[in-house]
């Protein structure tokens, strides 16, 4: 054992190799991080203002022509469109619902716990998973909506084939997957309110509506916040949904951003107009990514 | 609680919660529908799959027949590999990172971090195109390593393993460099140990975020030898099989349940790291 050294002194002793040893350590880590996360991200926007080489020509730098493109490429108009659509939509309606589940499976009752599985268990399971789940409903001869719509002498309704109606049905996987997924975080709030909150409203006679609105609602707020947030980054990342059940149709109409970009990436192999698309997803991303950041400095702010 | 207050409770809000528990149930049994009705359509003859007339018999051999039809022994063998590698990496990767970060006082360590999390808001999935080419200019298309390496680094995982290793006293790191003990054998022996339900909450979320992984397996395999469950499933039940739901069923069914099994038996678990992962 070494004495008349302290062990503060002992670490800033070695100080430049202390930093050369940690540098080392976080190496690893930093090469990936650079190689698919920083590198891609900058080369996305480097690549998004070159055009395409003709005739075997090298690209060449176009400037914001992929951008102006993509202003006036109504697919696009229609993808971005309807990744709003599905965000307004969706969100509300799944964290909605995740609170509503939160509070009925927060309560004791009997088998809560199937229950709160039945729930989660959709976000557990692989999107081509789901996507066949729901083809059983959705398929026009042999699905259950429409049997169910013979069962009231409706007429049938093809669901995923309909323009007007297909990505309304992808919306409603959608619901179906996440809400299950948020009903955790809501759950986990819930379960961090002081019980004595509870039984002082009871012995005040308060009605749970208004225990809700009044105590249960603004505790939970920052977990709403913080839902929202993630909810909305992800509404933006969805493509497994459209891949597996509608590839994208019919005419266009279930084109989310992400598919889109997969689909000029891949299927045409236009990659710097890809890239410009990319570039567009990434600033909403950040946009998403900053308001977060907004609200959470806020938040420490009143703890 | 007091007696009291409990027998008033109990009276007032007996018919109340009945009627909730009730309600309860039935949204939980709508919502689970769509897995219930696979399920029946999959243990059921393949002729019967329109009518779910309740008194045919049960039957395998829908789940046989999948299995049968399409490689999905090679597919499960693939995907279990494959998480097994990302996951494997992801820790040892972030342990190390995370680590450095906390007590090597770098030069520069707030702004490292900053440039870590900013994965967590562009996700490797949204940059498919450029990974694409970077893994084929790596000569790495089509292999089990080349849908891997892109999630090596988690950024969730470092920043989940600074703030546990934040929390643990230097004292009992100084102590140790005291008895001569190695910065190794420190982080193996208290650092490791004292975070080790973050491990398992990370490790369980990883799992089934890259066993349900979709887009990029798609983007990056081409071949039979490497492509995982879900691309698999995807080929499996795409329209020109000509539509049979029972098998289809059975195949989903199948390539969901280790998730399944996984979360019915590690449910407390399962449900508190999803919490851990959330909360911030």
Redo the contacts between chains.
Sequence with gaps: MKIGFSPAFLMRHDGASRQIYGYLLLLPAAVFLVAFTHYPAVATLWQSVFGAGVNGKPAHFVGLENYRALLSDDTFRLALRNNLLYAIITIPLAVGLALLMALAVNRRMRAGGLARAAFFIPSLLPMVAIANLWLFFYSPQIGLLNRLLAWFSLPAVNWLGDPGSALYCLMAVSVWREAGFFMIFYLAALQQIDPRLAEAADIEGASPVYFFRRVQWPLLMPTTLFVLINASMNAFRIVDQVITMTNGGPDNSTHLLLFYIYRTAFSYWDLHYAAAMTAVLLAILAAIALIKFHFLDKRTHYQ | ?SLV?KR??ATAMAP??LA??L???C???L??L??L??LW?AIHPAAD??TFTLLSPLTWQNFVHAWQAAPFGRYFINTLALVLLIVVCQL???T??A???V?????GAGM?FA??L???????????????Q?IGSLGLRDTLLGIA?????S?FA?FLLRQTFKSIPLVLE??A????AS?FYILRRIYIPLAKPVYIAFTLVSI?FH??D??WP??ITDSVRVRP???G??LF?APEQG?Q?AL??A???M??LP??VL??LF?RQF?QS??RA???
């Design positions: 609680m207050e008033v409770r109340g919660r909730w528990g309600l309860t149930w949204a939980a049994l919502w689970m769509p897995v009705v696979s359509v799959q329109g040892i990767l972030a190390l990172a680590y450095a970060l007590r090597f006082r770098l030069t490292i440039l870590v900013l994965q967590l808001m562009i996700s490797p999935d949204v940059l498919i195109l450029n990974n694409y970077t390496l892109p999630y090596f680094a950024a470092i100084e102590a460099i005291i008895e001569g910065r089934s066993w349900n979709f887009l798609l983007v469950l879900t691309v499933l995807q039940s539509v739901w289809i069923s195949a989903t069914l390539t969901s998730l399944l979360f019915l449910q449900v999803f919490m959330g909360i911030r």
